[in-house]
């Protein structure tokens, strides 16, 4: 076993188009997944704003509270480097580990984007 840089996930697309298909095909309904994904998208809104108030204001607790929800939501719609980047944030922060989470944050800032224009994407229907 070599030593693991948890600090750096394997890169992946930023959406893993299966698991969004899956969903679409689970609801059934191309409003409500419309809807659901909206939501997503609002909440990446959200996190993209706090991320950035949390690093101007070296705010730790903030930055672990982002890394968990982004953790959770992000993997659940297939954002898979988006949701592996929040867990490390949210262990990096917890632990006070400053410079690993400052840096989590903004790899974090990085990816909302591009996660955020391929689920687009997919609600439109184009890619």
Same mark, same amino acid.
């Given at each position: 076993? #070599? @030593?693991?840089?948890?600090? /750096?996930?394997?890169?992946?697309?930023?959406?893993?188009?299966? !698991?969004v298909?899956? +969903?679409?095909?689970? +609801?059934? %309904?191309?409003? /409500?997944?419309?809807?659901? &994904?909206?939501?997503?998208?609002?909440?990446? %809104?959200?996190?993209?704003?706090?991320?950035?108030?949390?690093?101007?204001?070296?705010?730790?607790?903030?930055?672990?509270? !982002?890394? *968990?929800?982004?953790?959770? @939501? @992000?993997?659940?719609? #297939?954002?898979?480097?988006?949701? &592996?980047?929040? $867990?490390?944030l $949210?262990?990096?922060? &917890?632990?006070? *580990?400053?410079?690993?989470?400052?840096?989590?944050?903004?790899?974090?800032?990085?990816?909302i984007?591009?996660?955020?224009?391929?689920?687009?994407?997919?609600?439109?229907? !184009?890619?």
């Amino acid at each position: 076993m #070599g @030593s693991e840089r948890r600090s /750096q996930p394997r890169r992946t697309e930023p959406l893993e188009a299966d !698991v969004v298909e899956d +969903i679409a095909d689970a +609801i059934g %309904d191309a409003r /409500q997944l419309r809807e659901i &994904g909206s939501l997503f998208l609002d909440g990446l %809104d959200r996190s993209r704003e706090e991320l950035e108030r949390g690093l101007a204001c070296r705010d730790l607790a903030l930055l672990e509270r !982002v890394g *968990h929800r982004l953790r959770g @939501s @992000s993997t659940t719609f #297939g954002a898979l480097t988006l949701g &592996g980047l929040g $867990e490390r944030l $949210e262990d990096a922060a &917890g632990a006070g *580990h400053e410079a690993l989470a400052y840096a989590l944050a903004r790899g974090l800032l990085r990816e909302i984007p591009l996660a955020a224009r391929e689920l687009h994407g997919h609600l439109l229907g !184009v890619r």
